[in-house]
């Protein structure tokens, strides 16, 4: 004769395969989550190579564009190196504006930059401008970074900030008679 299952044998075999199946289901999202991490990771380490070798190769006013996210639709990565700074007390910095397009799951993000390196390479600090549209253009003299005009922005045209005294910890960057950012240096 048969043995046949309790009602309580058998909820207890639903429950566990409800379990288990949870257990599974938030197991695949946290690996999911962390290839996400490793590959922004990735394409930062990338960009972070790219930046070294801009700095390296050392040539005025020329633009570097790579696809680090092999996405149909996304933008490119971008890094401009502006030259060398020099401040009244002899200190010198290197400067490069970048647009760094990564991408989170199934979508892309971009963050743009000012950012300071030392003679050596070593980097020193950013300015978070926002958009790719709020780089400057060129360095003149040694000692000004300068914008140009934009779309949106006509202040910017011939607008520079002077770097003769060091890095100022915080300028304002217009854009129209209403309308502007203030950037602040980090590290």
Request: glycine share 6%.
């Amino acid at each position: 004769m048969p043995i046949k299952a309790s009602k309580t044998t058998t909820k207890l075999k639903i429950f566990m395969r409800i379990i288990f199946k949870s257990i599974l289901f938030v197991l695949t999202l946290f690996l999911f989550s962390f290839s996400n991490k490793y590959k922004i990771e990735s394409e930062f380490e990338k960009f972070h190579k790219l930046e070294l070798l801009a700095l390296k190769n050392g040539k005025i006013g020329k633009e570097y564009t790579y696809d680090l996210t092999n996405k149909k639709g996304c933008n490119k990565t971008k890094i401009k190196y502006l030259g060398v700074i020099k401040t009244n007390n002899g200190k010198q910095y290197k400067v490069l504006s970048s647009f760094f397009v990564y991408s989170v799951a199934s979508t892309c993000h971009g963050t743009s930059n000012i950012k300071i390196y030392n003679l050596n390479n070593k980097f020193l600090g950013n300015y978070n401008v926002g958009m790719p549209e709020d780089l400057p253009a060129e360095i003149k003299n040694n000692k000004y970074i300068c914008w140009s005009k934009t779309k949106d922005c006509d202040l910017r045209n011939n607008f520079s900030i002077n770097f003769e005294k060091g890095l100022p910890k915080r300028f304002f960057l217009p854009c129209s008679q209403k309308r502007g950012d203030e950037m602040i240096l980090t590290n």
